[in-house]
């Protein structure tokens, strides 16, 4: 399974986008990006995947780089209830390899 | 709740002891996985079931641990002789399996492990 790096820790403004980066240069051409969310003593959630193309949801929106190399998850107006560790997972096959993600502190 | 269940949510034991944790997942799930979560670290994989079949095994599952899935529908893990360090949130998912779908697996709340 490739490899990602994330920030340890970012912080954000409530009402404000938070902007999450991460890198994962070592990814190959059927590996999808995933990222998933896990709020304290909260089993993680899932938010959002994609492959090449730009995804929106309800909860998020996912820009990937056109060589793939990197992707940023985006929060559009983030609220207190966004403070949670967010993990950018690349997966290949039957199973997600967590690393040790970003600590989001969204801040009043 | 129509939700992944774990139980227990806590379980302190002495070392030595044997531990199991029941994973009752989303109906219509034929996927199962476990994961582990040590303090601080994301969850690591353990192993995952394909209804009753277990197909894949990390090297992390040592031979004191066994985890099973009868029926296909609700799976136990078991942990035999406990150590300190299998102190953890053990995590359970399940999914459809269709994993071009919605890459999505849905998560329980966990099982708290604490090994005195």
């Known amino acids: 399974d490739a490899k990602t790096t994330q920030p340890p820790s970012m912080d954000c403004a409530e009402g404000r986008a938070a902007n999450l980066p991460c890198n994962h240069s070592?990814?190959?051409?059927?590996?999808?990006v995933y990222w998933y969310r896990q709020i304290h003593s909260q089993g993680p959630q899932y938010i959002i995947h994609?492959?090449?193309n730009n995804e929106t949801n309800e909860m998020a929106s996912l820009i990937i780089t056109e060589d793939r190399k990197s992707s940023t998850l985006i929060l559009p107006h983030a609220t207190l209830r966004d403070t949670a560790v967010y993990y950018c997972?690349?997966?290949?096959?039957?199973?997600?390899?967590f690393g040790a993600g970003t600590i989001l502190r969204v801040k009043s | 709740d129509t939700g992944v269940s774990q139980d227990p949510r806590h379980k302190i034991t002495k070392r030595g002891q044997n531990v199991t944790f029941r994973c009752d997942p989303i109906s219509e799930h034929n996927r199962l996985y476990w994961y582990r979560q040590t303090l601080g670290q994301g969850p690591e994989f353990l192993t995952y079931f394909q209804n009753e079949a277990q197909l894949e095994k990390s090297r992390l599952l040592s031979d004191r641990f066994s985890a099973e899935r009868p029926k296909g529908s609700f799976s136990t893990l078991e942990i035999q002789r406990t150590e300190q360090g299998d102190s953890a949130m053990y995590l359970c998912?399940?999914?459809?399996?269709?994993?071009?779908?919605?890459?999505?697996?849905?998560f329980g709340e966990g099982s708290r492990l604490t090994v005195l």
């Open positions: 994609g492959l090449k």
């Open positions: 998912a399940s999914s459809l399996g269709l994993w071009a779908d919605t890459g999505e697996l849905f």
């Open positions: 070592t990814i190959s051409g059927n590996e999808y």
């Open positions: 997972i690349v997966r290949y096959g039957n199973k997600l390899v």
